[in-house]
């Protein structure tokens, strides 16, 4: 596993929504899926605003690898499981960043189901 660079974690904070993709067993993409990315500090977060019956977060249970696309930029990266000790830091991410959104948008991605499917995404 690498680091993000600056440049990739900037564009990945400017955006609201970027794409991910699982790799299947056949080693080709799932359909890109639009949802939420935060950053803390050097570290991407995401989580699945459904908890884990989301169909894309369910995809990325076995091989725990995809993409990850945001504006122009394309990263092959790896899912890990996050545990509960950055919760607080990524709810506060995700509360700083989607601001402008409805509370109750923001409360639910932040939500106890939702906050169980925090993963850190890691390029490759």
């Not at 790799?23 to 459904?50: F, Q």
């Not at 993409?67 to 000790?85: P, Q, S, W, Y």
């Not at 607080?88 to 601001?99: G, I, M």
Request: glycine share 4%.
């Amino acid at each position: 596993m690498t680091a993000w660079t600056r440049e990739q974690l900037d564009t990945i904070t400017r955006v609201d929504e970027i794409e991910i993709s699982s790799r299947r067993d056949d080693g080709t993409l799932t359909k890109p899926r639009i949802i939420w990315a935060v950053r803390d500090g050097d570290e991407v977060y995401i989580r699945s605003v459904n908890g884990p019956a989301a169909t894309w977060y369910r995809s990325t249970r076995p091989h725990h690898e995809g993409r990850l696309r945001a504006a122009d930029l394309g990263v092959d990266v790896t899912f890990v499981d996050a545990d509960d000790t950055v919760d607080d830091r990524v709810d506060a991410a995700y509360r700083d960043k989607y601001r402008r959104y409805a509370t109750s948008i923001v409360d639910s991605i932040n939500s106890p189901l939702a906050a169980g499917t925090t993963m850190r995404v890691v390029p490759r």
